[in-house]
């Protein structure tokens, strides 16, 4: 059982050898990675219809290096082979992007990830940090008082707003304004 405080544990990112593979399979391969870092790091606490409707929101929506791939790569694969050479391109650019932004992951806690991971399902939903921090509250996700019967709302608060300046960075919408 994972520890919540230990640190975010991410496989590597698939490294493309021209040696010992066709370039399809790692495409392939890549694209599986994308979808599995999806799973380990934003699939927490939802029913199966609720996190395919997350995950195909995200995929959809989403700014995120694993997202930009999936798309990438869904593209790449409805184009003829004479016109899939910037889609590659394409494709491994935003691997060097993944591999940043998962080092920056593996900086975030377990719980913190959890918290973080819920936090971005009810923002996309419209919810206010306030209001998505009552809720991570009320699943006893995060804890209203602390030893010292101290409120810790506000905590709570600036941590949950934190995540969301993060979360609108990924955001297709907001990226696309810029």
């Keep these: 059982m994972l520890n919540d405080n230990e640190r975010l544990q991410v496989e590597p990112v698939p490294v493309f050898n021209a ?3 066709v370039l399809s ?7 599986m990675y994308c979808v599995e870092l999806h799973n380990d790091i934003k699939d927490f606490g939802f029913n199966d219809k609720e996190g395919r409707t997350f995950y195909q929101y ?3 929506n989403s ?5 930009r791939i999936i798309r990438a790569i ?4 409805h184009l003829d082979i004479k016109d899939g050479a910037d889609s590659v391109g394409e494709i491994f650019s935003l691997v060097e992007v993944l591999k940043s ?3 920056k992951l593996k900086q975030i806690t377990y719980k913190d990830f959890k918290i973080r991971a819920i936090a971005e399902s009810y923002y996309m939903d419209g919810l206010s940090i306030k209001e998505i921090v009552e809720i991570l509250i009320s699943l006893k996700v995060l804890s209203r008082e602390d030893e010292k019967l101290d409120d810790l709302t506000d ?3 600036k941590k949950v707003s934190r995540f969301v300046q ?3 960075k990924h955001d297709v919408f907001v990226a696309d304004k810029k």
């Design 63 to 67: 700014y995120e290096p694993q997202y």
């Design 101 to 103: 932004y998962i080092n």
């Design 74 to 77: 869904m593209y790449y694969k």
């Design 166 to 168: 993060d979360f609108k």
């Design 25 to 31: 399979d790692y495409i392939q391969q890549l694209f």
């Design 19 to 21: 040696d010992e593979m």
């Design 155 to 157: 905590s709570h608060f």
């Design 58 to 60: 995200m995929v959809r």
